[in-house]
């Protein structure tokens, strides 16, 4: 890991941060949190190429995608994102 040459990392075993799940919200279905995700890869496609991470972004989105059984739909979906926006990827 990048961040592992700048020091140490420590893991804890506690929580740092409590979520909830509100009705509808992102993270209460996985249509949701796929919608959401290949809006903000949209979105911020231009930092994410920047930094060499669109592959890595969006293979890991399709891998969660196709472990939840919505991958073809999933696809369809940044697709239809991104030729909204104009932007063709190879």
Same mark, same amino acid.
């Given at each position: 890991?990048?961040?592992?040459? $700048?020091?140490? #990392?420590?893991?804890?075993?506690?929580? *740092?941060?409590? %979520?909830? %799940?509100? &009705?509808?919200?992102?993270?209460?279905?996985? $249509?949701?949190?796929?919608? $959401?995700?290949?809006?903000? #890869? &949209?979105?911020?496609?231009?930092? #994410?190429?920047?930094?060499?991470? *669109?592959?890595?972004?969006?293979?890991?989105?399709?891998?969660? $995608?196709?472990?939840?059984?919505? *991958?073809?739909?999933?696809?369809? *979906?940044?697709?239809?994102?991104?030729?909204?926006?104009?932007?063709?990827?190879?």
């Amino acid at each position: 890991m990048r961040i592992a040459k $700048a020091g140490m #990392i420590g893991f804890v075993d506690e929580v *740092l941060v409590e %979520t909830s %799940t509100s &009705v509808g919200g992102i993270s209460s279905s996985v $249509a949701n949190y796929c919608d $959401a995700r290949c809006r903000m #890869i &949209v979105k911020y496609i231009d930092d #994410i190429s920047e930094n060499g991470l *669109l592959d890595f972004v969006i293979s890991d989105l399709f891998r969660k $995608a196709e472990k939840n059984r919505v *991958l073809e739909e999933t696809k369809k *979906l940044l697709w239809l994102y991104l030729e909204r926006k104009g932007i063709m990827l190879e």
